[in-house]
């Protein structure tokens, strides 16, 4: 789902079936080149998307858009690709509703 914030409100779904591949899996290098490098890169979403539907944003809030954040960027230089798989090893097991994330799982199951 993606909102407009600015200008003209809107709201876009994305219905479809979606692939999550980590660093690890076949297909995530080739992918991931179509992107800017960064070692703090824990997964791309392969989706395949069968609709789209849009509907009035009109109880989305306005807000003002400074630019993006680089904090993850500046993490990922200053520790480098093995600092960030502790941290990830450290912080990132489960999701923010107890699931497994299998980040670090090596098993191709």
Known sequence: MWCSF??????MRAYGKAKTLHPRDAGFA???ARFEQDVGARQIFDITVDLL????????PFYNHIG???TLKRQAKTHGADGVAQRWARDN???ID??????LDTDDA
Do not use: F, H
């Open 30 to 32: 080739t992918l991931n």
């Open 6 to 11: 600015e200008a003209r409100p809107m709201i």
């Open 68 to 70: 993006p954040r680089d």
């Open 53 to 60: 539907q849009t509907s009035c944003g009109y109880a989305v």
């Open 93 to 95: 097991q489960t999701t």
């Open 98 to 103: 107890g699931l497994p994330t299998d980040i």
